[in-house]
């Protein structure tokens, strides 16, 4: 016999894992995400009450959803709707609401995935800024609460809940449909879906600000979300691509931080400690989106370069010639400053640092470059390879100033007093 505060546990736990799917349904049926995250809401509250009487039904999802969808009906009754209106609307839930929970089971599977697919790209609309896309995404499909999303952000809460707020009434007021685009639009809008995965796996791989490097939690929501993406998008090469990327780069997270929670950079990290089965999987993704043709596809490149990493079983194995050549190709495909700057660290491996230091000094004037604390970070560690002292200390001091994340911070002013010895 389970106690109250069991049941309530497994609420939760239900709850989280079955809210991406109520929501996405319960959208579909309203076509407003702020009165379908409220529905889920009431459903939750209804299961509160009830559960810890009757025990956790056997299909809890389907009886969340059967919940929520009574509530819709209410909501538009009590609302006093146009008669055409609540006939339409309540068709559509009603139809929708089998009796018997084989039935809700059975109706819940057939139009699961496409409802997540439309909530995946609606929460990714362009018509939001990139900020509000993440914290979106975050609320409705990774089920984190605003204080959660805000903790992980290190921003306020009452930041992050006006930004969700703000977010949904765009969306209601652009009147952004709730439906997978087609042709041109699909593809780009694809792009904005997985730039937001991507965004929040990297807050997380390298947090940008705070006294954690990494915060695993990010990195996890967006795997699940690319994973159930992959699911759901099974011939897109670019999902299966960032799959392989996040994948194959989480699988270094527990040799990345010694035991103090210092960082650990590549080269130093103990390779026994990364997580095979992740490469495993990475690399099975990744040779899937080379089937599909996605091989010179900006993902597909990063993930290949990650996989040079991943199957060198020793620093020394590493191919770091192949590795410049893919950096090279991907400088071709997606130009970008950043990414000459890591085709510099590659070139370094291969033909030594004077090589590179040519390529950062080429690039360091960039715009885009002027506060980006790698830049010098990579600066003064070529620098210090040629022995050249005195620049590299002011180079990783550089580092230091404009770094936010406190434990970067730390490990380039030690780098610097290091040089000065």
């Not at 890591?342 to 690039?363: C, Q, T």
Request: glycine letters at 4%; hydrophobic letters at 45%; a negative charge.
């Amino acid at each position: 016999m389970s106690t109250a505060a069991e049941t309530h546990r497994a609420i939760s736990t239900v709850f989280k894992l079955e809210q991406a799917r109520l929501i996405a349904g319960l959208t579909r049926m309203v076509r407003d995400i702020s009165l379908a995250e409220e529905l889920a809401q009431e459903a939750l509250v209804v299961a509160l009450k009830t559960w810890p009487e009757t025990g956790v039904p056997r299909n809890p999802g389907a009886w969340l959803t059967q919940a929520a969808k009574r509530k819709a009906i209410d909501y538009f009754r009590h609302r006093k709707m146009a008669a055409s209106k609540l006939e339409e609307v309540g068709r559509i839930i009603e139809d929708d609401a089998p009796d018997t929970e084989a039935e809700i089971h059975e109706a819940l599977d057939d139009d699961v995935g496409d409802d997540l697919l439309r909530l995946i790209f609606t929460s990714c609309h362009p018509v939001l800024p990139p900020e509000s896309r993440v914290a979106l995404t975050l609320r409705l499909l990774g089920g984190l609460t605003t204080e959660e999303i805000a903790r992980a952000f290190l921003a306020n809460d009452t930041t992050i809940g006006q930004r969700i707020v703000r977010a949904k009434k765009t969306i209601a007021d652009a009147g952004v449909p709730f439906e997978v685009p087609r042709g041109p639009e699909r593809k780009e809008r694809l792009a904005s879906v997985l730039g937001v995965i991507y965004l929040i796996f990297n807050e997380g791989y390298s947090a940008t600000a705070g006294e954690d490097l990494i915060r695993p939690q990010l990195c996890q929501e967006a795997m699940r979300l690319g994973r159930v993406l992959a699911g759901l998008m099974p011939d897109e090469s670019e999902v299966h691509a960032l799959v392989a990327l996040m994948e194959i780069q989480a699988s270094r997270a527990a040799a990345r931080t010694d035991s103090r929670g210092e960082p650990v950079l590549l080269l130093d990290q103990d390779r026994s400690r990364w997580d095979q089965l992740l490469i495993r999987r990475g690399l099975a993704a990744l040779e899937r989106a080379e089937t599909l043709g996605g091989a010179d596809q900006p993902y597909a490149l990063q993930a290949a370069l990650a996989a040079c990493h991943a199957r060198a079983h020793r620093p020394e194995d590493t191919d770091w010639p192949r590795i410049a050549s893919l950096y090279a190709r991907l400088a071709e495909v997606m130009p970008s400053p950043v990414v000459e700057l890591n085709r510099a660290v590659a070139v370094s491996m291969a033909e030594g640092p004077a090589a590179a230091l040519a390529i950062v000094d080429a690039i360091r004037e960039e715009p885009a470059l002027r506060n980006y604390h790698l830049l010098y970070g990579v600066r003064a560690d070529l620098l210090s390879k040629l022995d050249r002292r005195e620049e590299a200390v002011a180079e990783f001091r550089r580092a230091a100033e404009l770094t936010r994340n406190e434990r970067e911070r730390a490990h380039l002013l030690a780098r610097a007093e290091e040089m000065r010895v």
